[in-house]
């Protein structure tokens, strides 16, 4: 049973390029969350996805943006990249509206 | 607006010695996960504690949720190296408010 699984796992990029994350969540689950984590600090909520809908979303500006397939894996995109959007994306997947979140191992986002 | 404090911030202990850690807010949870990350990974899901009061035990570590289900405690016995890592807690008002994490706690267990 393969858990969640993220693309790629390391990515550098300049400012103001545009970049695509990808996540495929563990099997039976259909609700996928994003989180941005910088160093030492906690994972913070970008946006969920549930029936390829954007069903809640942090306090994140435009520029970052989602999208869910009928498979339940999802994409998130920066666009106009910024120095202070280097970390760790995290993608977590969970059934329905269950609180038992599932993650995988991230994409680290350099930004030079 | 929801906010969780996670304390001590850092700690730093040899092996075989006892720890807690503490999450705190001001609001009420109907439940609060404990997850474990080790760098370069993803968080995993160590426990989910619902009722207030409610003890939950995992081999060394006992997870203590409050009587007013604004707070819990995370307690190792024992510490051993692989118990090295960033301890999270997340809590929810209910199952459809958005996901908040504490800040963490970060713990090295020296051998």
């Known amino acids: 049973d393969a858990g969640v699984t993220q693309s790629p796992t390391h990515l550098i990029k300049t400012r103001g390029q545009q970049v695509t994350l990808r996540c495929s969540p563990k099997s039976g689950h259909d609700t996928v969350s994003w989180y941005q984590q910088a160093l030492g600090q906690g994972p913070q909520f970008i946006f969920q996805?549930?029936?390829?809908?954007?069903?809640q979303r942090g306090n994140f500006p435009d520029r970052f943006s989602g999208h869910q397939f009928p498979n339940y894996s999802s994409e998130l995109n920066v666009n106009a990249l910024l120095l202070g959007d280097s970390a760790l994306y995290l993608c977590?997947?969970?059934?329905?509206?269950?609180?038992?979140?599932?993650f995988g191992s991230g994409t680290q986002l350099s930004v030079l | 607006t929801q906010l969780l404090e996670q304390s001590p911030q850092f700690l730093s202990i040899q092996e075989g010695e006892n720890l807690t850690v503490y999450c705190n807010s001001s609001s009420v949870f109907s439940s609060l996960q404990w997850y474990r990350q080790e760098p370069g990974e993803g968080p995993v899901l160590l426990v989910t504690v619902v009722t207030g009061g409610e003890v939950k035990k995992l081999k060394r570590l006992t997870f203590q949720f409050g009587d007013a289900r604004k707070d819990s405690s995370l307690h190792i016995t024992a510490a051993q190296p692989g118990d090295t890592g960033l301890y999270l807690c997340?809590?929810?008002?209910?199952?459809?408010?958005?996901?908040?994490f504490g800040p963490g706690t970060s713990l090295s267990v020296i051998p």
């Open positions: 977590a997947s969970s059934r329905g509206s269950g609180v038992k979140l599932f």
């Open positions: 997340e809590g929810r008002e209910t199952s459809y408010d958005k996901v908040i």
């Open positions: 996805y549930y029936e390829e809908e954007e069903r």
